[in-house]
């Protein structure tokens, strides 16, 4: 892993939140986007990794350097929940739209604003009446045709001024709004708008369709947020401690704890902080990892409730015996697990495969999740 300095204490103050490190990363997003600002070839970004590794950090701290007097900056978000409604991820984005057409004094035409308005209901001004039977048409109008109209409004609007567009979360999309931004990102080629979007490192359809088209077509590429060496760990904490140097048996301890991820990392250290101890699990720890465990198959948490029961590693064969699952099953959910780094694969000097959790606290979780009342062993 290449080597981050950390962030020095002039840096730290100026932001409203904590940011270390990731200098190869933000650099990469500044090379990107300065080289869209001057008009030379540029890519969007996914930018993914594991939850709490830092993704929105990094996108907030870019953020707060960007000139918003020089272009427009619209940002969306998606969820787990919402992931079954076509256009979500737009509903913000169009909202904003509506509300810069309106702040220019640039009128829509009515017909353009009623045929998104079925989609998007903010583009119908209160001088339209529409009928209930009006919506029921939205089968009969090709989707095409609406995606057309969104797609030249933003385009109009990037014509006069760059636009940045930033889409947290894009393992939640849903495939209508997935399909839009990607029609947007060949339309435009990152001539006028330049997206970035961030999303849970893992094989997520949404992210592995936009990933693989926008590198067939050079139009978006992606940076991978790793977690941080031990290191940079100790470095991270006494920053954030402002200074306060750790005993070598806590430093050991809070990279067992954290494995450098660094949500675990501030959660810890606010507790060391206020001399607590960081044995347990905070809610907020909780949230997250119970937001990991929900986008599993469930063959994959049988497995990964399975291994939580032994103290530090289980083999392929245990798992087989255990699980009940033929050994094609079996891979595809220890494949699975590996990918969302939950699982680590390791060899043995004997060529026998084991496999371990990433980081403590994951196992913790799960071990306590286990309902007494449950067999994991069915």
């Known amino acids: 892993m290449k080597e981050r300095t950390a962030a020095k204490k002039t840096e730290v103050e100026k932001l409203d939140y904590f940011f270390f490190g990731r200098d190869q990363e933000y650099n990469e997003l500044r090379m990107e986007f300065n080289a869209f600002r001057t008009g030379r070839k540029a890519q969007s970004l996914l930018i993914t990794g594991e939850a709490g590794i830092g993704k929105t950090a990094l996108v907030n701290r870019f953020i707060q350097e960007v000139d918003e007097s020089k272009c427009l900056v619209l940002r969306t978000s998606c969820f787990q ?45 209160d001088e339209f009446e529409v009928q209930e039977y009006e919506f029921e048409k939205l089968d009969i109008i090709k989707n095409h045709v609406v995606e057309r109209a969104v797609l030249d409004l933003v385009q109009r609007i990037s014509d006069r001024i760059p636009m940045i567009i930033f889409v ?31 999303g849970r490192k893992g094989e997520y359809d949404p992210i592995e369709k936009i990933a693989a088209e926008g590198s067939q077509y050079g139009t978006l590429r992606r940076i991978c947020l790793e977690r941080f060496s031990f290191d940079e760990t100790i470095a991270f904490a ?12 806590v430093k050991s301890q809070v990279f067992k704890e954290t494995d450098g991820n660094p949500f675990f990392m501030v959660e810890i250290l606010n507790h060391i902080r206020a001399n607590r101890s960081f044995q347990g699990l905070t809610p907020k720890m909780q949230d997250v990892l119970k937001s990991r465990m929900n986008l599993l198959s469930d ?44 699982l680590n694969e390791v060899v043995t000097d004997s060529g026998m495969i084991e496999y371990r959790f990433t980081h403590q606290k994951l196992r913790d979780f799960i071990y306590e999740s286990l309902s007494l009342s449950k067999d994991v062993f069915e």
């Open 168 to 198: 947290e979360d894009i393992h939640w999309m849903d495939r209508m709004s997935l399909a839009l931004f990607k029609s947007l990102l060949m339309k435009n080629k990152n001539k006028s708008i330049f997206m970035v979007f961030t």
């Open 299 to 342: 063959s994959a948490k049988k497995i990964i409730n399975i291994v939580s029961v032994f103290f530090d590693k289980v083999t392929f064969d245990n798992l087989s015996e255990i699980s009940g699952l033929v050994d094609y099953d079996l891979t595809e959910a220890i494949e699975e697990l590996i990918n969302n780094d939950m």
């Open 81 to 125: 929940a919402e992931e079954g409604f076509y256009y979500k991820a737009w509903d913000e984005l169009m909202n904003a739209v509506s509300k810069y057409y309106d702040h220019i004094g640039e009128s829509i035409p009515s017909a353009i604003r009623k045929m998104i308005g079925y989609l998007f209901p903010s583009f119908i001004s």
């Open 238 to 249: 006494e920053t954030y401690l402002e200074g306060v140097a750790l005993k070598e048996g």
